[in-house]
């Protein structure tokens, strides 16, 4: 029997390729896998700092800085056959106070918001808290990707659990050659490879990263470390190349030159999980405590590196049942004998590599992507269920 479940157009409000920025790869990610599914249809409406040549996925853009542009959208959304507005949150890509605009446009939609959290902070400013818990009040669904953010969405913002839904953050698939394979075709046998990427700001801490290769390579002069990615735009337009390049300068004072490489470029997903697969070990040296969620992290998860990473909240969670190794903040000594008992001990290392594959195929792409289908099918049904019992006591009432 032909199955008579209404197919359900999910539109995404978020920042959008070629947009240079984490949440629009994520959304482009997710996006691409939900088209594969005959039961639902995608779009996207884009927030913009620019002007950008979008693809047939974005039903239209606006700027982030214009608050005037948020009531004019609500208004397309509310003209239009969306069912469900799935808002991508993140404090920096909306307009105003921390993010305020976007509450200008949620107020006045009337479709039902699912709100999906890239940075939930434990201990937020007043006026951080308000715009976030405003959000998920006017939500029928919060996704966090991460299990120990659910307390901190009850106790900071005052969330609602039974709102509240865990979808991990998504990692793609790519059939990739052995990283011993990798190695030779770059001529780098015989080499640990140590690596990092993403979008590099201040915040990364790869200052500290640098300094714990310079005690490594005292022991293992073989070590590389690459760092992969160029300068964020925001900090680029803000501050130049200054951060950069006081790293280059480190790598010169150290003499680090045959053991530091930087890829300067915005690397496709293809290169990034190249990288990755190249590398023995991973090193995320960040120093915001309160980061809830990182992508460069999951993808090196989900393709089973051994990581070792400052215990920031998200790599507590990713790297928790001896999934990899945590470092003091702002310590690169301790960054440094992480990675040196990894060297030393590579039954241990490839123990981890197994632990960490395992629990990293849950999060491709494909399995996520069904969880957040079951997600809109579930917020339907309980939404159709909310109005028949509505229904029904209206007509008692009569």
């Known amino acids: 029997m032909e199955s008579k479940e209404k197919r359900l157009h999910i539109a995404f409000l978020s920042t959008y390729p070629p947009r240079e920025c984490g949440i629009a790869t994520f959304t482009q990610d997710l996006v691409r896998e939900l088209k594969k599914k005959d039961n639902l ?60 605009y976007l509450l200008e446009l949620a107020k006045r939609v009337k479709k039902p918001i699912i709100s999906t959290l890239h940075t939930i902070l434990p201990d937020p400013s007043e006026k951080q808290r308000e715009v976030l818990r405003e959000l998920c009040r006017r939500s029928k669904k919060v996704v966090t990707m991460a299990s120990n953010s659910c307390r901190i969405l009850e106790e900071a913002y005052g969330v609602d659990s039974s709102k509240i839904v865990m979808i991990p ?79 280059e300068k480190k790598v010169r004072e150290f003499g680090l030159e045959n053991n530091v490489r930087f890829v300067n470029k915005y690397l496709t997903k293809e290169e990034i999980v190249r990288g990755l697969q190249l590398s023995d070990i991973y090193m995320t040296p960040y120093l915001n405590r309160d980061q809830a969620v990182s992508g460069t992290l999951a993808y090196a998860a989900g393709y089973g590196r051994v990581i070792v990473s400052t215990p920031y909240l998200y790599a507590e969670e990713m790297l928790a049942d001896g999934r990899g190794l945590l470092a003091d903040f702002k310590d690169s000594r301790s960054l440094g004998e992480a990675i040196n008992f990894l060297i030393e001990h590579p039954e241990k290392r490839k123990e981890m590599e197994a632990k960490t594959l395992c629990f990293g195929k849950t999060m491709r792409w494909d399995a996520v992507a069904d969880r957040y289908a079951t997600t809109f099918r579930q917020t339907r049904q309980e939404a159709c269920e909310r109005s028949e019992a509505e229904h029904e006591r209206l007509k008692i009432a009569e």
Do not use: M
Not at 63 to 88: G, M, W
């Open 41 to 100: 249809k995608t779009s996207v409406i884009a927030i913009s700092d620019g002007k950008y040549s979008y693809d047939g996925d974005v039903l239209f853009d606006f700027p982030q800085q214009n608050c005037t542009s948020y009531l004019k959208a609500a208004e397309r959304i509310n003209a239009s056959d969306i069912d469900f507005l799935v808002v991508e949150h993140e404090y920096g890509i909306y307009g105003g106070n921390w993010g305020d």
């Open 169 to 247: 953050h998504g990692v793609p698939s790519f059939d990739l050659p052995p990283r011993e394979a990798l190695k030779k075709e770059l001529h780098l046998e015989g080499r640990t490879v140590i690596s990092t990427f993403g979008l590099i700001s201040p915040g990364k801490g790869l200052e500290y990263g640098i300094e714990a290769i310079a005690q490594v390579v005292q022991k293992h002069p073989d070590v590389l470390y690459f760092i992969l990615g160029q300068t964020h735009p925001v900090v680029r337009k803000q501050y130049g190349e200054s951060y950069r390049e006081s790293l």
